[in-house]
């Protein structure tokens, strides 16, 4: 039996280590990661193997020749150009005659080869994929088997709604060899995504195994120290890492440690390593070969490659520092800070976290740096998160990190195409969308600067301008010490997963677009934005109905520029407004709970007393409404978005409603009552807006007070939906107090239960498991229907460790009593 190792991949996510290293050569405690599996191919008395090349191919080569230093036989397949996973075994099927073994040159794992080739010969199958169980399957390829071990359906990085096992694909395959019939040669073409897929499709005997023992895949910096503990640590069986000294420590031939040095293991010391008086090492660390720590320098938890030199008094915690490096005296590097080959780093100077320096850098003594060299900041694995890219002020979101930011979202979208900037009023967003839109030019794209107009507002603009998208700035109204930015697509709707990810990729890889000076895009402000808007505002509606009823209502305009634009519609339409808090003021841009409730306490004492047809507050984005009924009470979001739902099925006559998957079945009743229909989304903005693009959508809510009225815009605009709430009461003659008595009584109930990430792909897993007759469509999360009356949803949140569990029932304890239950189920799930 032959295997192939696939080692052609850059490792862009492991830069700067692969700036000089292809992604399988680079150092795992005392060998390449390639030359781990090496071992286990060998161990498993497979000796003759093949490996696919493409990126550095030489340095591999070069390495390992023809593998008989190793007692393998190794052969060489390289592409010219990349041809994908299955593409590069293609191209050595001259070299494949019988039965073999596909893995992953750049993963390290001991799972046990033999024992899938056994079951891949049992099961008679012509393609055999190995999975295994992770934490986090979110960046992996999921695969679904059934009971006999047959793929029964794949899922492509999903999001954690959409996680029903946590069993990932490992990239190691027993292969029959007529397999790579199935598609021609020299073109672009994937085990996980072409090929599998087509062999599912058609029926194939195409198998499922999964593996005990460990498998990591070496994508990012943090995997990469994380398999290196583990290495360290004995949780992976691999050849002889050394002589054990004790305590932990393990060294190789010529390695010299003073007296009074302090060691305390796990630690691997490379050949002729030189550690000198007074040096203090904590585990786990590396230290390969020919690398001098001196006097007192300090290393706890790093990874240091072969030919360093550390110096007096150093510092190095959680770091990584790559090949023939100095570090002089006192210097400090900090958690996640990476030196590329062959840097300088002068004497006290400081590191600061998770900054990497590339390649060939000198750093003058005393600096601080805070920001990477020459590249761009990388501090963390994932940029969106539910209000898109957030962060402490000048703490996580700086002015270069928002410039980067800039010309990354820039990079992902045409040369000299626009895109629209916005902010709201505090200081905080203005610094940084200054930033952002430096960095937009730089990449060819023009910037549209609206200034400080409400989110809808920017919305439109960005749609009916023709842009390629739009970002808005905006201290979190939730923290004042927080600021998000939120990105538009040109249809002024939040990005689509796939958007928000291939700007990550473009910031992490750091492979920003530069364009040339003549092409360098334009800066300048939007015009006649408020009036482009009003006008088709108002021809959205019924004015005329509106203007001949002459409401009077209270709007609380939460000192935000919604009052700049909302008044005078109101005034265009003959409403008598009592308007609170219409000043601009940037400091109410983010106020504490307890403000807000008693602004919300305020609008409905005032509303009481005046004997208004409604009382508004608008978010500070002018996007979502807390809304007062005619006598004084403040409506609860979902009983609002039941009675808005049957107004507006009723003024249409009939329609689609798009809601989330967690709100009540009462919907549905409403529309079945309106002759119309219900369209479930996920629980987001993003689902909520795509689906408000569907034919026959009339309207869409979330139930905390977003509304969508795709007769104007599909996206989210609190200011047309106080107007079309003033069109219905008016249009049918009723108040809001009636709409609300009007909605059938239902019963609903929700909490959250705290659930480390590391878990939450094994309780999707098990929920799925467990009560699989008892789940329907899968929108989001997992929804349990108990009866006709009784549903429980287990919703992941996305950006926190906990699950949001939501229950409907025939009452209100029985409600609450559903959701403490599944609370506790969920809780014993993650032993």
């Known amino acids: 039996m032959k295997a192939v190792v696939m080692a052609g991949g850059s490792g862009s996510r492991l830069r700067p280590l692969t700036i000089n290293h292809p992604k399988p050569m680079v150092p795992m405690v005392n060998k390449p990661v390639i030359g781990h599996i090496l071992d286990l191919v060998k161990r498993h008395g497979i000796t003759d193997v093949v490996i696919t090349l493409q990126y550095m191919a030489e340095d591999i080569q070069d390495y390992f020749g023809d593998g008989r230093s190793l007692g393998l036989n190794i052969e060489y397949s390289i592409e010219e150009t990349p041809l994908g996973t299955a593409g590069s075994v293609k191209q050595a099927q001259a070299l494949l005659d019988d039965t073999f073994i596909v893995i992953s040159g750049d993963a390290v794992t001991d799972i046990d080869l033999s024992a899938a080739v056994a079951y891949h010969q049992t099961k008679d199958a012509l393609a055999t994929i190995t999975l295994y169980h992770v934490a986090n399957p979110l960046e992996y390829g999921v695969i679904i088997i059934d009971e006999q071990g047959r793929v029964h359906q794949f899922l492509e990085k999903p999001s954690w709604g959409e996680v029903i096992s946590d069993t990932v694909n490992t990239g190691i395959y027993v ?237 992902t979208l045409p040369k000299g195409s626009t895109v629209t900037t916005n902010r709201d009023p505090h200081r905080s967003p203005r610094m940084l969308k200054r930033g952002i839109i430096s960095g937009l030019p730089s990449a060819g794209v023009n910037a549209m600067d609206l200034s400080e107009v409400p989110i809808p507002v920017a919305r439109f603009i960005t749609r009916v301008s023709n842009a390629a998208g739009g970002v808005h700035v905006r201290l979190s109204p939730y923290d004042n010490r927080v600021v998000d930015v939120r990105f538009f697509d040109s249809k002024g709707q939040d990005l689509s997963k796939n958007a928000e990810r291939n700007i990550e990729r473009v910031f992490f890889r750091e492979d920003f677009r530069r364009v040339y000076l ?15 808007y009003s006008e088709a505002f108002l021809s959205a509606l019924n004015v005329e109905a509106i203007r001949e009823a002459n409401p009077y209502i209270v709007v609380d305009f939460a000192n935000a520029p919604t009052a700049e634009v909302l008044t005078p519609l109101l005034t265009e339409m003959n409403c008598r407004v009592a308007a609170l808090n219409a000043a601009v003021n940037q400091q109410k841009m983010s106020i504490p709970p307890e403000e807000f409730q008693h602004s919300l306490q305020q609008l409905a004492l005032i509303c009481e007393v005046l004997e208004t047809a409604i009382g508004v507050r608008l978010d500070v984005g002018g996007e979502r409404v807390f809304v007062v009924d005619d006598r004084g009470s403040i409506v609860p979001g979902t009983w609002l978005a039941a009675a808005v739902a049957a107004m507006a099925l009723r003024a249409a006559g009939g329609g689609t409603i798009a809601v989330p998957v967690s709100m009540p079945d009462v919907f549905d009743q409403i529309a079945r009552d309106h002759n119309g229909k219900v369209l479930r989304t996920k629980v987001n903005s993003q689902a909520l807006m795509q689906a408000a693009n569907e034919p026959g959508v009339i309207m869409a809510t979330d139930g905390n007070g977003s509304f969508i009225w795709p007769v104007f815009q599909p996206v989210i605009d609190g200011m047309m939906t106080v107007a079309k709430l003033l069109e219905f009461l008016t249009t049918q003659q009723t108040t809001l107090s009636q709409a609300v008595s009007a909605v059938p009584v239902f019963y609903m109930w929700q909490g959250e239960i705290a659930c480390p ?73 993650q032993d």
């Not at 040669?185 to 897929?197: E, H, I, K, T, Y």
């Not at 005296?329 to 100077?349: C, H, L, T």
């Not at 092409?519 to 482009?532: N, P, Q």
């Not at 799925?768 to 008892?774: A, E, F, S």
Request: with cysteine; net charge negative; charged share 25%.
């Open 175 to 411: 292969l029959e060899p007529e397999v790579l019939d199935y598609f021609e040669a020299g073109v672009n073409f994937d085990f996980s995504q072409n090929l599998f897929p087509m062999l599912l499709e058609e029926g194939k005997p195409l198998y499922g195994y999964v593996a005990q023992g460990y498998w990591c895949d070496v994508g990012n910096l943090a995997e990469y120290m994380r398999a290196t503990a583990d290495i360290l640590e004995g949780r992976v069986r691999l050849e002889e890492i050394g002589r054990n000294l004790g305590g932990g420590v393990h060294a190789e031939e010529g390695v010299e440690i003073a007296p009074d040095a302090q060691l305390y293991g796990p630690i691997y010391l490379g050949h002729g390593v030189k550690i000198k008086g007074g040096a203090i090492i904590h585990g786990p660390t590396v230290i390969q070969d020919y690398t001098v720590l001196d006097n007192h320098s300090h290393v706890d938890r790093s990874v240091i490659w072969r030919n360093c030199y550390i110096g007096e008094g150093a510092e190095l915690r959680g770091a990584i520092i790559g090949r023939q490096c100095s570090l002089k005296n006192k210097v400090v590097v900090f958690e996640g800070g990476v030196v590329g080959d062959s840097s300088v780093i002068g004497e006290g100077a400081v590191i600061h976290p998770s900054v990497k320096i590339w390649p060939n850098k000198e750093v003058e003594a005393g600096a601080t740096v805070k920001a990477s060299i020459i590249w761009g900041a990388q501090g963390r694995r994932v940029l969106f998160g539910r209000y898109g890219v957030t962060g402490l002020v000048n703490v996580d979101l700086t002015p270069e990190f928002a410039a980067k930011l800039g010309a990354a979202f820039a990079a």
């Open 518 to 532: 003549d092409e360098i895009g334009e800066i300048y402000y939007a015009t006649e934005v408020y009036e482009r």
């Open 757 to 829: 990430w590391e878990s939450k792909g094994t309780v999707m897993r098990l929920l799925n498991r467990q009560y699989k007759d008892l789940l329907g469509d899968q929108i989001d999360g997992v929804k349990i229907h108990l009866s006709d009356a009784e549903w429980v949803l287990v919703l992941p949140d996305p950006d926190r460790p906990l699950f949001h569990v939501h229950a409907q029932a025939d009452s209100q304890a029985q409600a609450r009593s559903l959701v403490e239950k599944y609370k506790r189920i969920v809780e014993g799930l």
